[in-house]
């Protein structure tokens, strides 16, 4: 992925602009994907609908929404939609009376949820008051500064 230090904004991800000729159409491309992809996975709500399917599927949508703190129904029913678009989750009719609908975790969803519990663990490493570990805000290392 390229992206210069003073372009990152919603303005320069939002276009297919390159930065400088040296970038191909396809590196252009595969940027503007995952900015994208980025975009759909961390908006409100998105991860903990994720977690809380990973706990135990399939689900409903109302134990999905006692599994998530405060979730509206508009906010659950909204990123279910967003991601049964991208595949991340299934959606399963049963024909009864009354409708019965569950979620699961598609194969793209379960691998998914395998990186995110890695963050989790990154999360618990740095974040997590304890007495052996540092948190982050302790830390005086910085970030490497690239030379242009």
């Given at each position: 992925?390229?992206?210069?230090?003073?372009?990152?904004?919603?303005?320069?991800?939002?276009?297919?602009?390159?930065?400088?000729?040296?970038?191909?159409?396809?590196?252009?491309?595969?940027?503007?994907?995952?900015?994208?992809?980025?975009?759909?996975?961390?908006?409100?709500?998105?991860?903990?609908?994720?977690?809380a399917l990973s706990l135990k599927q399939p689900a409903r949508f109302n134990e999905l929404k006692r599994r998530?703190?405060?979730?509206?129904?508009?906010?659950?029913?909204?990123?279910?939609?967003?991601?049964?678009?991208?595949?991340?989750?299934?959606?399963?009719?049963?024909?009864?009376?009354?409708?019965?609908?569950?979620?699961?975790?598609?194969?793209?969803?379960?691998?998914?949820?395998?990186?995110?519990?890695?963050?989790?663990?990154?999360?618990?490493?740095?974040?997590?008051?304890?007495?052996?570990?540092?948190?982050?805000?302790?830390?005086?290392?910085?970030?490497?500064?690239?030379?242009?």
């Amino acid at each position: 992925m390229v992206v210069a230090g003073n372009q990152v904004g919603a303005n320069y991800l939002s276009k297919l602009t390159p930065v400088d000729q040296d970038i191909t159409k396809e590196q252009s491309e595969e940027c503007h994907l995952l900015h994208s992809a980025w975009n759909d996975l961390t908006k409100v709500w998105t991860l903990p609908v994720i977690h809380a399917l990973s706990l135990k599927q399939p689900a409903r949508f109302n134990e999905l929404k006692r599994r998530i703190q405060n979730i509206s129904a508009t906010s659950l029913a909204e990123r279910l939609n967003e991601m049964e678009q991208r595949k991340v989750i299934e959606r399963k009719v049963y024909p009864e009376t009354p409708p019965r609908v569950e979620y699961a975790l598609t194969k793209k969803g379960v691998e998914l949820s395998v990186i995110l519990g890695t963050l989790a663990e990154w999360v618990m490493k740095w974040d997590k008051p304890n007495n052996n570990t540092p948190r982050a805000s302790d830390e005086k290392a910085r970030a490497p500064v690239r030379a242009k």
